[in-house]
């Protein structure tokens, strides 16, 4: 049975880019500090990428993510990890016609259960990776969520899209798995007890 899985890129102040995303800036103004430790990466932090990348299955995410990094200028002719099976959460899926990779894109437009069931029969044995703040949150409100994981980057972005919002009014308690410090980010592994 696969994992879902939400993993991001966090400022120690809990946004996952900076202010100001567009195309051009996907991260944000800003932002691109959150993933040095993808682009220049130290032995701790490609062990982290390779176990996640080994593990694997589909990805979900947000229509929000899909528009600013699809084609051209983005995954090019994939998804953000190549031709893995991406779903995507939308109330308005694109014509069929105008998606570039439509080997890769699901549209989704049944709601957040709809798209985790499909993701993980997509999967497999591999993991559910939930990509995006949006989609983070509609899995974790809705009970889906199986773990968190945080890659802590210690800067303070002071705006941007936070990620532990529109959660409601409820209490998640949360069990640390694991740690893995480098020189760019600390890598914190959650269990979700819901």
């Known amino acids: 049975m696969a994992l879902v899985i939400s993993g991001l890129s966090m400022s120690l102040d809990g946004y996952i880019t900076g202010p100001d995303v567009t195309r051009e800036h996907q991260l944000g103004v800003g932002g691109d500090i959150l993933h040095r430790w993808l682009w220049e990466p130290f032995p701790e932090d490609t062990a982290v990428l390779d176990g996640m990348v080994a593990s694997a299955g589909a990805i979900l995410m947000g229509r929000r993510s899909y528009d600013l990094a699809e084609g051209d200028g983005g995954w090019g002719d994939g998804g953000p990890a190549g031709q893995l099976p991406c779903f995507v959460l939308t109330h308005n899926p694109p014509a069929p016609e105008t998606v570039r990779a439509p080997a890769v894109f699901t549209f989704v437009s049944e709601g957040i259960e709809a798209a985790v069931k499909a993701a993980k029969d997509a999967a497999g044995d591999g993991v559910v990776g939930v990509h995006g703040a949006s989609a983070a949150q509609q899995c974790l409100a809705a009970g889906l969520l199986d773990e968190i994981q945080i890659h802590l980057v210690p800067v303070l972005l002071q705006s941007g899209t ?23 980010a600390t890598h914190l592994r959650f269990k979700v007890h819901y």
């Open 162 to 184: 936070p990620l532990f919002e529109n959660l409601g009014d409820r209490q998640y308690q949360l069990e640390r798995t694991d740690v893995v410090p480098s020189g760019n």
